[in-house]
């Protein structure tokens, strides 16, 4: 019998979309920015005669510039979602990285400094796959008390080496405000690693394992997987990632501060929803999320330009998260 | 008798715990008295009302992350309305829009059938968003009478703070408890099904559980602004906290039991062990670190305990 | 029309999805009847008591009370239009106290202290915690709480399962009693000894639908079996090459006196390599949570099992698959990644330990997922969504995993509950075939006529313990189905 004919078309449809976010996604990106286009003539087209097309090359520069920290920040929430969790310590991870970084390089120097500033998210992701791997705490709840310690950690490092000042290290800065041909060097640091992350979730088998234990736990434990080794190479691959990305953004900002990346958080989960990945597990994609980001980025620019607030932006992130997270409960009558 | 005891051994442990480290404070710094209880007792008065909000959303077997959102946005209504009226009808306004935004929290829950952990995370945002939408940097102002009242004590022995915390609660919850819907909302989170089999309006349940955290998220923000003088539309560190007070103080997450006492008494038994940590004079961002630890350790033995008692 | 009728159930239908449960069932109970509901496994019974207590909307027919159609939309409804049920689970809330419980139905408590008395059941507290109390209480309290309410019509659905004896007794005496004061009843019951004793006729489903109406009356028994199997369709299986492989002489896995609290009591049997064996059992005798335990899911609380001569200690499924031992789960769902391609599911296994999350070995893994595809003949049109296939083709997919990791011991727990018959058909020669090549195969199934078909021999498990191991070659249904209910050759002849 086949039973995909007794399928409403809506329902076939849904799953086409969900099947391949990234080509809607795409349309809706370049709906938007020609609605940017519309509100602020000029600002996105590049080829235009003069200082006009140079400022456009430079916003769209800009535009990808500022999404690589927040894409690489949404692999980490499109990762955990994958097994249905989330990593809310993502953003203090990175913030805690780049604190770390910035102060020991003057000290250190840069390689010790970056070493130890990738180990900090190491530490912090180990923790959380304990807890939510071998206590089974929820991920949410896990990560969140992680994130609050971290925190408390960092405040007490930063009485430590108040007069250390801070240095930042040059290759960070050359990847975060540098450009080649007007795109940024940051992308020399992302391409590979998007390639990482793509390599990592459809070719190997921890890739596997996470799609199958967002699919189904019971069923991927029957097969013999014991998930907690899953989850616990998961977070701390996921605090690595993010300690990546507060390191990046570091560079770009060029400057340290104890809420540097926690802004990011909220728009990395996000993006990662908007990507089409699914907050209850077994679906997600990182092409997604990187569009994801591009249009969350292409929202903030057209918020901004509409003088909206920010609370009116908190708001509408968290909106986006709840809509589009019904609407796939609705379509696939899953949860 | 001992049944009564059995029941609440718990609660009475709690109790006791909190009972020496009262003695551990006052050895540590004998001239603790007072008002040094009157100030513990102040300090964890939002932490009190928002883990009391906790407990019964845990309680119907939900979770509510939005809980220090909500706090902020009835904090900066109340300090933005009391700059414009009465103390009194702020006050009921503000309650009235806790009540609301909890049931809009439970009403999304049971209608989009989104789990309640992705939708109050949402919220937890939303929440946030309006808040700054109210009031955009910390600002207003409290009524004088609301602010002096959370001070020194009418009735011997007991500080003020203490003394609305337990009213609030009492109002709200021991009416609740009693009533037809308290047992729902007991019956909801112990076990789905046999209370829809047993005629139980699940959902409506829920929702009515939502909007009373939502409430008590009203009294957390209220004593926030008597604490400040002031609304501050940025939400404190009240979700770690309420959640391992819920915890610690004996209601299971996953729901169906527990009440509203033992939690309380935990708030309570955090804020000396931070007192005492800052008697000891201990760095106050060290203090913090510790406090986390105790919270996530709190909530990681209690998942543990909770496996290990549905395993058997 | 029985102008004492009460209840009355007609033309019930219910699919789900693509499953149809029930067909045409019909019921009714008149004042002071106790009728019985008789059903072989996945006739349909559990749907149709869920239909006619508002748990569940039917697709078609009617509930008719005293002549009334009646709007039974939820649990509540149908207590308030005089029908109350009492489930196999009992539907009270564990953490609330008995009182509490009580209030939540609106139950009064002088007539419930009455019956639980009259029950048997002493010293029973209001403010007892229902969680603390055993089972068999839990029943009882069930049960005093819906006489208490004084329906009109009693829903009793395996009421006396978990019971202890002298407790049944009182169950059925109680229930006797209020019949004969006008109260209706519906009797859910595998217990033919009960249901000779208690009640008055005997309704009987069979595939969805009522296929008949017996008065009880002596030797009944025979007469209601014969209506439960039917006239099966002669499956063309029954030509399943039956070339016996040579069975071994040492066992590959022995299970001694093994029992898992609370349900399993005493279970001990021998699989030998190149042997189908055979499990029969009626829902809920303990072969799940024998299966379960065998696959490493839960250690069993007494006894031991051995495989090739070590005893062994699971403590996960991977110790299992390990010692060689994998399980194919009754319910597909529980195994399957519903949204992964069928590729994928197969695949799952080969990337379950660490030393495995490097590079995907593809070409070692499409040999080996192509050979289970096609030696299963899974139908691969709608690859890419395992939920999109059909129950057997997934079904399919669940075997095929551990065919193509390599198979010594496999648990099959009822692998054609719910698939086409073609699919039965490949699954036959299938089992045949592995232990052919020196597998040992636990099958247990819910349909006894396979027995015969694909087993050796087969153990018989009733209420927690292994009653009789028989040949299963030379086993009828009629036998099968006896040995299944506890009835001793000695009974029936009775």
């Known amino acids: 019998m086949n039973m995909a004919t007794t399928d409403s078309s809506m329902v076939r449809f849904g799953r086409f979309l969900r099947d391949n976010p990234v080509i809607p996604l795409l349309a809706f990106l370049v709906l938007m920015i020609a609605v940017l286009e519309v509100i602020r003539p000029g600002i996105v087209t590049p080829f235009r005669a003069g200082r006009d097309g140079l400022i456009s090359t430079f916003w769209v520069g800009n535009l990808i510039k500022f999404a690589i920290p927040l894409a690489m920040l949404a692999a980490c929430q499109v990762l955990t979602m994958l097994t249905a969790g989330i990593d809310l310590s993502a953003g203090i991870v990175a913030t805690v990285a780049a604190f770390v970084c910035a102060t020991l390089s003057s000290i250190w120097g840069p390689v010790p400094a970056v070493l130890i500033a990738m180990s900090m998210g190491l530490v912090v992701g180990v923790v959380n796959g304990i807890g939510v791997g071998v206590v089974r705490v929820h991920p949410l709840i896990m990560t969140l008390g992680t994130g609050l310690i971290a925190t408390g950690c960092m405040q007490v490092y930063q009485r430590l080496v108040i007069n250390a000042g801070s240095e930042i290290p040059a290759v960070l800065s050359w990847l975060g405000t540098g450009r080649t041909l007007s795109m940024p060097n940051g992308l020399f640091l992302f391409v590979p690693f998007a390639l990482f992350v793509f390599w990592l979730m459809r070719f190997t088998g921890f890739g596997r394992l996470l799609f199958a234990l967002g699919s189904n736990e019971n069923a991927a434990k029957l097969s013999g997987v014991r998930a907690w080794q899953v989850y616990v190479a998961l977070y701390a691959l996921s605090g690595l990632i993010a300690a990546l990305a507060g390191l990046l953004y570091l560079g770009m900002i060029r400057q340290t501060s104890l809420s540097l990346a926690s802004p990011l958080l909220l728009p990395s989960v996000a993006a990662a929803v908007i990507g089409g990945t699914s907050i209850f597990g077994g679906r997600g994609s990182f092409a997604g999320a990187i569009v994801g980001a591009l249009i969350i980025r292409v929202l903030d620019t057209m918020l901004t330009l509409m003088q909206m607030p920010e609370g009116a932006r908190t708001m509408l992130f968290g909106l986006i998260i709840l809509t589009v997270t019904a609407i796939y409960v609705r379509i696939t009558g899953s949860r | ?312 | 029309m029985n102008a004492n009728q009460i209840l009355d159930a007609s033309g019930i239908a219910k699919s789900f999805g693509a499953v149809k449960a029930l067909v045409d069932a019909s019921l009714s109970v008149s004042e002071g009847e106790i009728v019985a509901l008789m059903g072989a496994n996945g006739a349909g019974k559990s749907t149709f008591v869920k239909i006619i207590t508002g748990a569940l909307t039917p697709d078609n027919g009617k509930v008719l009370i005293r002549g009334k159609q009646a709007r039974v939309g939820s649990p509540a409804e149908a207590r308030r239009s005089g029908l109350v049920p009492v489930y196999q689970e009992p539907s009270l809330i564990p953490d609330l106290d008995v009182a509490d419980n009580l209030r939540l139905t609106d139950t009064p408590i002088a007539p419930f202290e009455r019956w639980v008395k009259e029950l048997g059941i002493e010293g029973l507290s209001l403010s007892d915690m229902v969680g603390d109390l055993p089972l068999a209480t839990l029943r009882i309290l069930d049960l005093a709480r819906a006489l208490a309410s004084e329906p009109d019509v009693l829903l009793l659905d395996e009421m006396t399962a978990a019971l202890p004896s002298d407790l049944v007794e009182r169950v059925l005496k109680v229930t006797r009693q209020q019949a004969d004061k006008g109260m209706g009843v519906i009797y859910v019951s595998h217990r033919f000894n009960e249901i000779s004793e208690l009640c008055d006729r005997a309704t009987v489903l069979r595939d969805g639908q009522t296929v008949g109406d017996l008065v009880i009356e002596p030797g009944v028994e025979d007469r209601a079996v014969e209506l439960m199997l039917g006239q099966r369709l002669d499956l063309a299986a029954r030509e399943v090459n039956k070339t016996r492989g040579t069975i071994g002489d040492t066992p590959r896995v022995r299970v001694k006196g093994v029992a898992i609290a609370p349900k399993v009591t005493d279970i001990s049997f021998d699989m030998f390599p190149g042997e189908v064996l055979g499990v029969v059992a009626l829902e809920g005798q303990g072969q799940d949570e024998l299966f379960e335990c065998l696959a490493g899911f839960m250690p069993p609380t007494a006894g031991s099992i051995e495989v090739n001569g070590t005893t062994t200690a699971f403590r996960h499924p991977a110790d299992a698959i390990a010692a060689g031992v994998k399980f194919v789960p009754g319910d597909r769902a529980d195994a399957l990644l519903a949204q992964r391609s069928v590729r994928e599911n197969i695949a799952l296994p080969f990337s379950a330990r660490m030393s495995s999350w490097g590079w995907l070995k593809m070409r070692h893994e499409r040999e080996r997922v192509e050979h289970a595809i096609d030696r299963l003949q899974i139908d691969t049109r709608a690859q890419g969504e395992v939920q999109r296939l059909s129950g057997g083709n997934q079904q399919k997919v669940t075997i095929g995993r551990w065919l193509a990791t390599g198979v010594e011991t496999l648990l099959l727990f009822d692998p054609t509950r719910g698939i086409d018959v073609r699919t039965k058909r490949q699954i036959y020669p299938l089992v045949r075939e592995l232990a052919e090549q020196g597998s040992s195969v636990l099958f247990y199934t819910s349909e006894l006529e396979e027995i015969p078909l694909a087993c050796d021999r087969a153990v018989v498990i009733f209420n927690g313990r292994v009653v009789d191991i028989i040949d299963a070659e030379n086993a009828d249904e009629q036998t099968l189905l006896r040995a299944a209910y506890g009835l001793t050759a000695q009974e029936g002849a009775a």
């Open chain 2, 1 to 312: 008798m001992s049944d009564i005891i059995k029941k609440n051994a718990w609660v009475a442990g709690l109790v006791a715990l909190l009972f020496v480290l009262l003695v551990l404070t006052k050895a540590i710094q004998p001239s603790f008295g007072m008002s040094g209880l009157e100030s513990v007792a102040r300090a964890a008065l939002p932490f009190a009302f928002a883990t009391a909000g906790m407990a019964v959303v845990v309680i119907v077997g939900g979770i509510d992350l939005s809980v220090a959102s909500m706090m902020a946005v009835c904090a900066v209504t109340a300090a933005v309305l009391m700059e414009r009226m009465a103390g009194v009808p702020a006050i009921l306004i503000v309650l009235g829009l806790g009540f609301v935004m909890g049931l809009i929290n439970g009403g999304l829950i049971v209608l989009t059938r989104v789990p309640d952990i992705v939708v109050t995370l949402a919220m937890l945002f939303v929440w946030e968003g309006v808040a700054l939408l109210i009031l955009e940097s910390p600002g207003g102002a409290t009524t004088e009478w609301l602010k002096q009242s959370i001070r020194g004590s009418v009735i011997p022995f007991v500080p003020n703070a203490l003394a609305i915390i337990a009213l609030c609660v009492a109002v709200v919850w021991i009416p609740l408890r009693r009533s037809k819907l308290g047992i729902s909302i007991y019956a909801t989170g112990s076990d789905e099904l046999a209370a829809f089999r047993s005629g139980v309006a699940v959902g409506r349940t829920k929702i009515v559980a939502y909007g009373v955290c939502g409430m008590f998220c009203a009294f957390g923000g209220l004593s926030l602004a008597s604490l400040t003088g002031i609304g501050e539309p940025v939400p404190g560190p009240y979700l770690m906290a309420s959640v391992a007070a819920v915890v610690l103080g004996g209601v299971v997450l996953g729901g169906g039991r527990g009440g509203l006492l033992g939690p309380i008494i935990a708030v309570l038994i955090l804020r000396i062990v931070r007192t005492i940590l800052t008697l000891l004079a201990v760095d106050p961002n060290v203090t913090t670190i510790i406090e986390g630890t105790i919270m996530v350790g709190v909530v990681m033995l209690g998942t543990a305990a909770t496996l290990r008692g549905a395993r058997k």
